[in-house]
């Protein structure tokens, strides 16, 4: 009984000093590991201050890196300009008031086309045959009369509502509201029924074209760019702003609601001498835009590039130098390998 209680004791101490090993083991390791951190990946090296991306030809491969020269050209030339979404609430308004004033008139106009010729037929009677009473003929009269002040004062109405409507809105809208003419006609329903929305634009104080742009485009975030449409010159002019002030239409979106000020972007007429990059070859990072350039020694080097957003296709005039090897397929590959070799370098003990 005796020697089975001592061995038992021995080997609960000799397990407890192996647990003890290993942990000593273990912490050694984690000193090791914290001493000799991991280095940044061989793909990504810096010179002059410049991350550079470096791949083989099978990593290159496996990206699908594509790239293309960069040809400098003539292109056409846009402006900045700001714009303001309109309220159209007082239009609906004006639209409102027309329809029911319009409708005021029609009821006036028919009231007197039926008492102007029995005013005739009694005037006729009396003076002819006097077979008509002299109060038969004041009655018809007076009727007569009062249907043609009430028509008076409908077009009045209408005349007035117009008047206001061609002040707040100008020529072309406040025509809209009134014409026969469905093509007309449809473009101040759209706008009622809020299937498009209406922006106020003033032209750069340097803008000397004569006439406006008919086209252009809102600049949205990281989007391409809204198509605007002309409609006609302002009414009012913005007070915060110097400059010619126009009218467009748009389609409706969640970021151009009532009030909001937003940048727009319109041809100028004018060509520049400049590179146009696919917008594949952009990439968005810290709130910038950038592209990859492939040198001659074939190292990738991220360069920040200006970007508006505003063109009529999916690509970006930049200033880039002819002969520039930019990447067109697989930017954002190249940004992951450069931003992982950051973290590389940065993820190690005692940081």
């Excluded at 594509?66 to 846009?78: D, F, I, K, L």
């Excluded at 005013?119 to 007076?142: I, M, N």
């Amino acid at each position: 009984m005796l020697a089975g209680s001592v061995l038992s004791r021995l080997s609960l101490v000799g397990a407890c000093g192996l647990l003890a090993l290993l942990a000593a083991c273990s912490d050694a390791d984690q000193r090791e590991d914290r001493e000799h951190p991991i280095v940044t990946a061989p793909r990504v090296a810096v010179e002059n201050g410049h991350s550079l991306v470096r791949l083989d030809a099978a990593a290159l491969q496996r990206a699908a890196i594509r790239t293309e020269v960069v040809r400098r050209g003539a292109q056409p030339e846009t402006v900045r300009a700001f714009a303001t979404v309109l309220d159209l609430q007082p239009l609906a308004q004006a639209a409102a008031s027309l329809q029911a004033a319009g409708a005021q008139l029609k009821s006036a106009q028919a009231k007197l086309a039926a008492s102007r010729p029995e005013y005739e037929r009694a005037r006729r009677l009396f003076e002819d045959e006097q077979t008509v009473s002299a109060a038969r003929l004041q009655s018809a009269q007076a009727a007569f009369l009062a249907d043609q002040a009430a028509l008076e004062a409908a077009q009045s109405q209408v005349d007035a509502i117009l008047a206001s409507a061609r002040l707040s809105w100008g020529p072309v809208l406040a025509s809209a509201l009134a014409t026969a003419d469905p093509q007309q006609r449809a473009l101040a329903e759209d706008l009622v029924a809020r299937r498009q929305i209406l922006l106020q634009v003033t032209l750069p104080s340097d803008w000397t074209q004569d006439r406006p742009p008919t086209q252009g485009r809102v600049l949205l975030d990281r989007r391409d760019g809204l198509a605007i449409q002309l409609v006609s010159a302002a009414a009012h002019a913005d007070p915060r702003l110097a400059g010619r002030s126009f009218l467009y239409r748009a389609f409706p979106d969640a970021a151009l609601l009532p009030g909001a000020s937003v940048t727009v972007r319109l041809p100028s007429g004018r060509s520049i001498e400049a590179a146009r990059v696919p917008s594949s070859a952009l990439v968005w990072w810290q709130g910038l835009v950038w592209v990859f350039v492939r040198s001659r020694s074939g190292d990738f080097e991220r360069r920040e590039i200006a970007f508006d957003g505003a063109t009529e296709e999916p690509a970006l005039v930049a200033d880039l130098d002819a002969g520039t090897e930019v990447v067109v397929q697989g930017a954002q590959v190249l940004l992951s390998e450069e931003l992982r070799a950051e973290n590389f370098s940065t993820d190690v003990g005692g940081r």
